[in-house]
Nanobody
Framework: QVQLVESGGGLVQPGGSLRLSCAASGITLDYYAIGWFRQTPGKEREGVSCISSSDGRKTYADSVKGRFTVSVDNAKNTVYLQMNSLKPEDTAVYSC??????????????????WGQGTQVTVSS
C-alpha cells in the first residue's frame, strides 16, 4: 500500500528554520509529482512547492520563493522541504501529496491522489 508520512514540524521562532520530510512507502519514486501544501483553519489550502520526475522543474509559491527549497532523495524515497527565514504567516499544517500517474507538477490539490496526515509548523516568538 502507498503511504506518505510527514515529519519535521514543530515550534520555531521567526527567522528560524525547519526541514520537513515526506517519506513514501509502497512505491518507488521513479515517475511522480510530489507537492507540498499548507493550510490554516479558515483559509484555503495553499500549494507551497512541487517537485516532479518529468518536467524537471521545482516550483514555489511566491510567498515562499527564496526561502523554501524542495528536494528529493530517491535512495531514501523521501522528499524534503527546507524552510528558512520562517515568518509567523508560515504557520500552518504542512502536508505532502503525491501522484504517480504523471510526472509534472501542479499547484492544484485536486491533482494529487495520495496525501500524508500533515505536520504542524508554528512560527512564533
Amino acid at each position: 500500500q502507498v503511504q506518505l508520512v510527514e515529519s519535521g514540524g514543530g515550534l520555531v521562532q521567526p527567522g528560524g528554520s525547519l526541514r520537513l520530510s515526506c517519506a513514501a512507502s509502497g512505491i518507488t519514486l521513479d515517475y511522480y509529482a510530489i507537492g507540498w501544501f499548507r493550510q490554516t483553519p479558515g483559509k484555503e489550502r495553499e500549494g507551497v512547492s512541487c517537485i516532479s520526475s518529468s518536467d524537471g522543474r521545482k516550483t514555489y509559491a511566491d510567498s515562499v520563493k527564496g526561502r523554501f527549497t524542495v528536494s528529493v532523495d530517491n535512495a531514501k524515497n523521501t522528499v524534503y522541504l527546507q524552510m528558512n527565514s520562517l515568518k509567523p504567516e508560515d504557520t500552518a499544517v504542512y502536508s505532502c501529496a503525491a501522484d504517480f500517474n504523471r510526472g509534472y507538477c501542479s499547484t492544484s490539490s485536486s491533482a494529487y491522489k495520495y496525501w500524508g496526515q500533515g505536520t504542524q509548523v508554528t512560527v512564533s516568538s
